[in-house]
């Protein structure tokens, strides 16, 4: 028998992890998706579109925060999920800096319930997905490090 993941589809999405720094702290944006698990803005690529220009407009959609800068391209996330057979799913992510804590308006639609600012520390232990983004978290701080 063969292996189900040489069948697999493809699936590229870009996303954004949004910081702020507040006095000597670093701040995360969470966001609740539908499934009940925080984690950070994302979704597919359109058509002629660049991986941080899909992963700004998604920001941009999902949680309603403008004003970003670019800091550090990080590591894709790579995984399989099943929706009607096996999807290989790429996601691009860039770290991005808000220079306020703008209050997030989340596009429901989407699923999204809530969304906030967290102390880095605690996005750590709130995190879901947590083989996926918890290593995202861990590259932002080595950055974010550097930034201090």
């Not at 539908?34 to 690529?45: A, E």
């Not at 992963?55 to 790579?78: C, F, M, W």
């Not at 809530?114 to 750590?124: S, Y």
């Amino acid at each position: 028998m063969k292996n189900p993941t040489t069948r697999a589809k493809t699936e590229t999405s870009a996303g954004g992890i949004i910081v702020s720094k507040v006095g000597a702290g670093w701040w995360v944006l969470l966001m609740k998706d539908r499934g009940g698990n925080w984690t950070f803005p994302k979704g597919k690529i359109e058509k002629g579109e660049t991986h941080r220009a899909a992963a700004v407009r998604e920001i941009q959609e999902e949680v309603h925060i403008d004003g970003l800068s670019y800091v550090a391209t990080l590591t894709p996330n790579k995984y399989y999920y099943f929706r009607d057979g096996s999807i290989k799913k790429t996601v691009h992510f860039f770290l991005y800096m808000s220079p306020t804590r703008a209050v997030p308006v989340v596009q429901t639609e989407e699923g999204i319930t809530e969304a906030c600012w967290v102390p880095f520390a605690q996005a750590m232990t709130l995190i879901g997905y947590p083989t996926s983004n918890r290593p995202l978290l861990s590259e932002v701080d080595k950055i974010l490090r550097t930034l201090s």
